[in-house]
């Protein structure tokens, strides 16, 4: 983002060029200033893309680096908010402290790149509505994680705020994703049955209870963030099981679309792409489940499953998304030939 007045000026008498904005030698007969022209500030798409990206990242980032905040015991490192602590309003002094409050200095990160994504969507050309509002959403999104990650410390990581912080978060990579997809006009090449736009939406929509019970287990289980913290009188064994069995139901609809697509080439082409990047992370992220839950829920497996839990949504959205806008596209072969015709791979990542 700039205003753009490089290279602009004039050539004086003797054919030197001066920039714009500066007064001409005194020994020259021409006189005044060399104005310069006013050039509108604008955001290339590409640009544009890579600070929606940036954006995305950060989020990404910050619910991971809080995942560890709570896996290492350093929860309530800081006990205050907005303020480490008492004494400090940065403390770095224990390990603990330290970690809480990094985390806690990455939300500025968080902040600027939601902030430079809503600035940017203004200049961006072409504009887009979309674009403005899936920013702003960002920037309202993360302005309330500040007051809910003040919650969180000052109930003494009740589990309900710490639910809440968590589905916030989901909700804003949710957004995040969408703007990343839409600045770089990312469209499906033809459409797709009903079928198939119910089975991926409602695989979004399992998943979605899936991320839920998943933060229902966490609250119940051993890894609160600190010894002393609330823990739901839940049995750890049920909800794991409820959150695995969702888990399981949403990758049986994945796996059914799938199917739906390798009897058609067409739907193929719009969302083969996808969808195997959902189904191939959403069984690494099922494995690593199980894994995690009979070797004891120990803190760098459940690191990982967090961090994997991040990357499956944001495939499953994807795949919702795109199916979503395929359902009133025409099929690339044309009418009636869904199913038949051959695809062409076109929509991809
Ligand atoms: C698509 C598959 C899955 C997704 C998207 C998913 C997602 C999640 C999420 C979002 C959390 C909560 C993280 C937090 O609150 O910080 C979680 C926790 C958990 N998940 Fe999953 N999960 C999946 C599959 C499974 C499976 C198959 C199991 C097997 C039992 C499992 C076991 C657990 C356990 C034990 C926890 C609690 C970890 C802790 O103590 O913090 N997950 N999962």
């Known amino acids: 983002m700039g205003i753009g007045t490089h290279g602009t000026g004039l050539e004086d008498n003797f054919g030197k060029f001066r920039p714009c904005g500066t007064l001409p030698p005194s020994d020259t007969p021409q006189g005044g200033w060399v104005p310069c022209p006013v050039v509108p500030l604008t955001v290339s798409p590409r640009r544009f ?23 290492t015991g350093s929860g309530l490192g800081c006990d205050d908010w907005p303020a480490c602590n008492e004494r ?5 002094t224990t390990g603990h402290a330290a970690i809480e409050q990094v985390n806690r200095l990455f939300t500025g990160v968080v902040a600027a790149a939601v902030v430079l994504a809503v600035l940017a969507s203004f200049f961006v050309v072409p504009r887009r509505g979309i674009l403005r509002w899936l920013a702003a959403g960002q920037v309202a999104g993360v302005a309330a994680q500040v007051v809910i990650g003040g ?43 009903t079928a198939t736009v119910r089975l991926a939406l409602g695989a979004c929509a399992t998943a979605a209870v899936a991320m839920v019970l998943g933060t229902v287990v966490t609250a119940t289980g051993p ?34 679309l799938a199917l739906r697509l390798v009897r058609s080439p067409d739907e193929r082409a719009v969302l083969g792409g996808p969808v195997q990047t959902v189904l191939a992370v959403g069984l690494l992220q099922g494995f690593v489940g199980y894994l995690q839950y009979f070797a004891g829920v120990p803190a760098l497996l459940v690191a ?27 099929s690339p072969a044309g009418p009636g030939s869904r199913g038949r015709a051959p695809g062409r791979a076109a929509a991809r990542q």
């Open 88 to 92: 400090r309003f940065v403390d770095v």
């Open 304 to 330: 990982v499953h967090i961090a994997l839990s991040m990357a499956f949504w944001i495939a499953v959205v994807r795949v919702a998304r795109v199916a979503f806008i395929a359902r009133r596209l025409p």
């Open 223 to 256: 890894h609160a963030g600190d010894a002393d913290a609330p823990r739901f009188d839940l049995d750890l064994g049920t909800v794991a099981r409820l959150h695995s069995a969702s888990a399981l139901a949403c990758l049986g609809l994945l796996a059914l």
């Open 151 to 193: 919650f969180v410390v000052l109930t003494g990581l009740n589990p309900w705020s710490n639910m809440v912080h968590f589905l916030v978060s989901v909700v804003l990579v949710t957004l995040a994703v969408l703007l990343v997809d839409e600045s770089r006009e990312y469209r499906p090449s033809g459409g797709v049955g």
């Open 49 to 71: 893309v890579a600070i929606a990206r940036a954006a995305l990242s950060s989020l990404v980032t910050i619910v991971v680096t809080g995942s560890l905040v709570r896996l």
